[in-house]
């Protein structure tokens, strides 16, 4: 994925950014990742209709436009959310939609995407079962994967189980997507990434946290913290 700066991103986000550039450098690791799961996957998303459910404030959009040459719908359960991307990009449309009853046609779009906003549902599986219906081709979504290691984070306290907001905090494995998949007779493909989203305050800290990444990356990506799942429809259908 190409570079950028945080000044490029402060031109594209009229909102503060959530940290500092540390913080992005591990924000940018699962969409790295997606980008190599198309390659692998020989999926090829340019010129397709893709609608970016849970827009968020726009840092997704921003980082698939680095290798999406898609056109793109954004919505979110916020107004505020969508309006803040629209003001940031005037070439997506854009509506307010509960991700869990889209109101959508099915096979609205060529594809749907979404990241890190499923286990903020109550009803996880649904909202991937109305990405797909409104899809023609398939669904995407990155998501914090569920492992023993997870697990353990979580009951050592250095991981949520709940978050601020109130919700539970709906971990994936492949094996979810996987009797998902067969029920429908779909395809899917998963790639598991770490990217350890310490807050760095200095450059050390952020080069243990790099470090610590690069390791656990090349020694055991299957345990990772983050989920990067593509569900494919039949062409027949």
Not at 24 to 32: G, L, S, T
Not at 62 to 89: E, P, R, W
Not at 208 to 221: D, R, S
Request: with cysteine; hydrophobic share 40%.
């Amino acid at each position: 994925m190409e570079e950028h700066t945080d000044g490029a991103l402060r031109a594209m986000r009229p909102v503060p950014m959530e940290t500092d550039w540390y913080h992005d450098y591990f924000r940018r690791i699962p969409f790295q990742a997606l980008r190599e799961l198309l390659t692998e996957a020989r999926v090829d998303l340019s010129g397709k209709s893709v609608h970016l459910a849970g827009c968020g404030n726009g840092i997704d959009l921003f980082y698939l436009k680095q290798f999406c040459k898609s056109s793109f719908h954004v919505s979110d359960i916020s107004a505020n959310a969508v309006g803040t991307v629209i003001a940031t990009d005037l070439e997506v449309t854009d509506s307010k939609e509960d991700m869990e009853c889209l109101s959508f046609e099915d096979g609205a779009f060529d594809w749907s995407f979404t990241a890190t906003s499923l286990h903020h549902l109550p009803r996880p599986a649904l909202g991937v079962y109305e990405l797909l219906r409104t899809s023609r081709e398939g669904v995407i979504f990155i998501e914090p994967q569920d492992t023993w290691l997870t697990r353990l984070f979580v009951r050592l306290g250095l991981a949520q189980e709940y978050e601020v907001f109130g919700n539970y905090v709906y971990r994936w494995a492949e094996h979810d997507v996987e009797k998902l998949c067969k029920s429908l007779y779909y395809k899917w493909h998963v790639k598991q990434v770490f990217a350890l989203h310490g807050r760095a305050r200095n450059p050390v800290e952020f080069f243990l946290l790099k470090t610590i990444t690069e390791i656990c990356n090349f020694a055991v990506p299957s345990l990772g913290n983050y989920f990067i799942c593509m569900i494919r429809k039949p062409k027949d259908l």
